[in-house]
């Protein structure tokens, strides 16, 4: 898929995708905090930033690197959007 | 003593993270290893694990381009000819431990304090192979080293009070602070971990309860931040096994044999966190 055709619909599905593998039969809401569910450590947050840089094709930089911007679906799709879109 | 300049030898995991935590601290830090790729991962996973650094640690002062350049990734032993302080890290293996201890002693000037970044191996003995035994220390460091605050001393038979110091100054530099303890196999961390790690494995072959059914009960009932079959895919399967090898080795009591499930998994090529498969599943 190119960036051409990507919607913020696109970059949610993506991400809740790949949240999903971790998961395990949890329904995960677009504004629901991820690291308060307490299945994943803050570690996780990294996985989540090399996620977005390899399945988006973007560069998250130093002042990016807020846990803030990987807490909900809807903050990642805000800071991918804010590059790609 | 001034400390500045620091060697690390060893750039695994632990390498890694105590090079990290260095370089934080605003030492100059040398980092060795064998071959370029392994330091050229090494550089990689600094740059990605400061990065966390800065993600969990909301409004922290981190120049994470100006904290790589402090830390010269080299395979050359040569650097450590003016070092204060070495920090190795290399493989838990005796014969291994002892080729980089001779080099280190004979490379290293005289006041440099050698730490040995170890939870199996006795200070003593390493002590023993050196010019300056009162100047080998034990240092355990806990993994993720960046964000663990406290770090397992180990005084050897002969280990200074002056050492014990430099040490803990080094540690204070870091962020960090140190619990002396005496120099015992498995010390005080590993010898109630691995048992503990050792028993939940034994709880799963037993079909007494799932891997995720032990770790809930530490974490929930016991409040831990993760369970001990977790904790054991962190550290590494294998490691887990040559760890509670080395105490039945050391003590000779039954009470550490390994179990039979604990073999297998490492056998079949499960060892946790670092190739995907332990307990758990990693992507």
């Known amino acids: 898929m190119t960036t051409d055709s990507l919607t913020v619909e696109d970059i949610k599905a993506r991400t809740r995708a790949f949240i999903g593998k971790f998961f395990k039969n949890i329904e995960l809401q677009d504004d629901e ?43 990642m799709a805000d800071l991918v959007k804010g590059k790609v879109l | ?53 800065k993600m969990l640690n909301k409004g922290v002062e981190l120049d994470i381009a100006a904290t790589l350049g402090r830390i010269t990734f080299t395979t050359d032993y040569e650097h450590l ?7 190795e890290n290399v493989v838990e293996n005796w ?3 002892k080729a980089v201890h ?20 006795s200070i003593t003995r390493v002590g023993s192979l050196t010019k300056r035994p009162s100047q080998i220390v034990g240092m355990h460091f806990m993994n993720p080293v960046p964000m663990k605050p406290t770090v397992e001393v180990i005084r050897g038979y002969h280990t200074s009070d002056a050492t014990i110091a430099t040490a803990k100054e080094l540690l204070a530099g870091m962020g960090k602070k140190g619990v002396v303890v005496q120099d015992m196999p498995g010390f005080v961390s590993n010898r109630v971990l691995m048992l503990t790690v050792n028993e939940a494995v034994f709880l799963v072959q037993d079909q007494v309860a799932s891997a995720e059914e032990v770790d809930t009960i530490f974490k929930e009932c016991f409040g831990h931040k993760m369970g001990p079959l977790e ?24 009470k550490y044999r390994p179990c039979p499930l604990l073999k297998k998994m490492v056998d079949a090529g499960l060892h946790g966190r670092k190739n995907g498969k332990g307990f758990y599943t990693y992507e």
């Open chain 1, 33 to 75: 905090d991820i690291f308060a569910l307490g299945f994943v450590n803050s570690l996780f947050a990294m996985q989540l930033v090399m996620f977005i840089e390899k399945e988006f094709g973007i560069a998250v930089e130093d002042q990016d690197l807020n846990i803030d911007n990987f807490r909900t679906i809807n903050a």
């Open chain 2, 1 to 53: 003593m001034a400390i500045k300049k620091v060697g690390v030898i060893g750039a695994g995991v632990m390498g890694i993270g105590v090079g990290q935590s260095l370089a934080q601290g605003g030492y100059e830090v040398v980092l060795i290893d064998i071959n370029d790729q392994i330091l050229e991962h090494a550089e990689r996973e600094i740059r990605s694990n400061l990065r966390l650094f």
């Open chain 2, 81 to 87: 000819s003016d070092a204060d302080f070495v920090v």
């Open chain 2, 95 to 97: 014969e291994i431990k």
């Open chain 2, 102 to 121: 001779l080099k280190l002693d004979a490379i290293c000037p005289a006041h440099t304090v050698v730490a040995v970044n170890t939870s199996a191996i």
């Open chain 2, 231 to 254: 904790t054991a895919d962190l550290i590494g399967l294998d490691t887990i096994l040559y760890s509670i090898e080395v105490l039945y080795e050391s003590y000779n009591d039954s």
